[in-house]
């Protein structure tokens, strides 16, 4: 329905624009975007159970990662994260640009990625898979069991609760991204960890 509205708005959108740069109208359309998307996240997703249970969840890791963090390796471990976030983030800002999925429910408004699970829930999930299995042949196995889980239950739940919906996008696809970005930035930091003691 979201989706629709959207769609019907940016269609009547260039309809309606006479004139003007292609830059200006690309603009217009932005705006009358974030103004759909403030309305929507307003009447359709603040205090829903889909609201409560990304603020609930997202507060929950938290404090899950706060008990089991190792504070002595704390930079080491805070660094892969912010990798993972990071990268995390830039895909699915990606994904989202190019309208392969989007998110209708999310705790913040007019961000068009969802932060909540690509700055706290994924990264966080990675830092202490990170932290309990330092040597590879562990963390590969625990990284591929965790892709699974990702892929093929949470990506599903996500959906079925509306929370994120899939256009142009298989769960099979995500699978293996989840192994390589947490492969990647593992080996990031190693090779980062081998220079500092180098020099």
Not at 65 to 71: E, G, T
Not at 179 to 193: N, Q, R
Request: aromatic share 20%; charged share 15%; hydrophobic share 55%.
């Amino acid at each position: 329905m979201f989706t629709f509205i959207q769609e019907a708005l940016i269609a009547s959108s260039i309809i309606n624009m006479k004139g003007g740069s292609l830059w200006s109208q690309i603009i217009e359309l932005r705006r009358e975007s974030r103004n759909l998307l403030w309305e929507y996240w307003r009447t359709e997703t603040l205090f829903t159970f889909n609201w409560w249970f990304l603020v609930i969840t997202t507060i929950a890791f938290v404090l899950v990662w706060l008990r089991l963090l190792d504070k002595k390796r704390l930079v080491e471990v805070v660094s892969f994260g912010l990798m993972i976030g990071s990268i995390g983030y830039f895909l699915d800002i990606t994904g989202v640009s190019f309208v392969m999925w989007s998110y209708p429910d999310k705790i913040f408004p007019i961000i068009p990625p969802i932060i909540e699970i690509h700055k706290f829930h994924l990264p966080i999930v990675y830092m202490i898979v990170y932290q309990y299995f330092p040597k590879w042949k562990p963390f590969l196995l625990v990284m591929t069991v965790c892709a699974l889980f990702f892929s093929f239950v949470l990506e599903p739940i996500t959906v079925w609760l509306g929370i994120y919906e899939i256009y142009h996008w298989e769960y099979i696809y995500s699978f293996p991204i989840y192994i390589i970005i947490g492969v990647f930035c593992k080996w990031i930091i190693e090779k980062l960890k081998q220079m500092d003691r180098h020099y």
